[in-house]
């Protein structure tokens, strides 16, 4: 299971989707975790499926400044099973059941 976390600082442009397409090809990841997307849930789904996740969901950080200031993203891949267990302004934690059933925790976390 490779898991790719990453700092995108923006993922509304063709320069950025392009940064993450060479990253995903480098790695090969099942699972990717994108902090400040600053899309909104409906705008992040063109690139995750353009990307080839077919599974992806994100949740808004801390909003107060106006705008699409954050939001946490995380994809995954068809041969993984992702549920949540919680998600907040800065965190959110998820049990992932792998290929071959193994079962296993992440957490991620930003701010």
């Known amino acids: 299971m490779r898991l790719l976390i990453y700092n995108c600082r923006?993922?509304?442009?063709?320069?950025?989707?392009?940064?993450?397409?060479?990253?995903?090809?480098?790695?090969?990841?099942q699972v990717v975790f994108l902090m400040e997307t600053k899309q909104t849930t409906s705008e992040n789904e063109e690139p995750r499926k353009e990307l080839g996740f077919i599974h992806g969901d994100?949740?808004?950080?801390?909003?107060?400044?106006?705008g699409r200031a954050g939001r946490l993203s995380l994809w995954w891949v068809e041969e993984v099973n992702i549920s949540v267990?919680?998600?907040?302004?800065?965190?959110?934690?998820?049990?992932?059941?792998d290929h071959g059933d193994v079962v296993w925790r992440f957490t991620g976390m930003y701010g």
Request: with cysteine; hydrophobic share 40%.
């Open 58 to 66: 994100s949740w808004a950080m801390d909003t107060s400044r106006g």
């Open 85 to 97: 267990m919680y998600a907040s302004l800065h965190c959110i934690d998820v049990k992932v059941v």
């Open 10 to 29: 923006g993922l509304g442009s063709k320069r950025a989707v392009r940064a993450l397409r060479s990253l995903l090809r480098q790695t090969s990841p």
